[in-house]
């Protein structure tokens, strides 16, 4: 039973920063890509920022150079550190995990609620 719950979203100024959380259940990090996904009002979620289990990280272009992407193995849980953040960065951000078998089933994986993040112009 899998179980990804979001936190850290808030409203920031443009220019500040934010510390997003994932705490994951049921799953084992050395089995799964993790990843930050968001979701616009009127537009499609799109990756932000993923890692695998060898540390291998990727991001969007848009957030290349500002944000960071880090796992704490002990507890489950990865972060998304945003900074220099833009009002265009104003979005639901989604935790995702990916097995292998996902991949090789084609299927997204496990999603968590959301957390909001609003930056302000």
């Known amino acids: 039973q899998v179980q990804l719950v979001e936190s850290g979203g808030g409203l920031v100024q443009a220019g500040g920063s934010l510390r997003l959380s994932c705490v994951a259940s049921?799953?084992?990090?050395?089995?799964?890509?993790m990843g930050w996904y968001r979701q616009a009002p009127g537009k499609q979620r799109e990756l932000v920022a993923s890692?695998?289990?060898?540390?291998?990280?990727n991001f969007a272009d848009s957030v290349k150079g500002r944000f960071t992407i880090s796992r704490d193995t002990a507890n489950n849980t990865v972060y998304l550190q945003m900074n220099s953040l833009k009002p265009e960065d104003t979005a639901v951000y989604y935790c995702?995990?990916?097995?292998?078998?996902?991949?090789?089933?084609?299927?997204?994986?496990?999603w968590g609620q959301g957390t909001q993040v609003t930056v302000s112009s």
């Open positions: 049921g799953i084992i990090f050395s089995q799964n890509i």
């Open positions: 890692m695998s289990s060898g540390g291998g990280t």
């Open positions: 995702n995990a990916r097995s292998v078998l996902d991949i090789v089933r084609g299927l997204a994986g496990s």
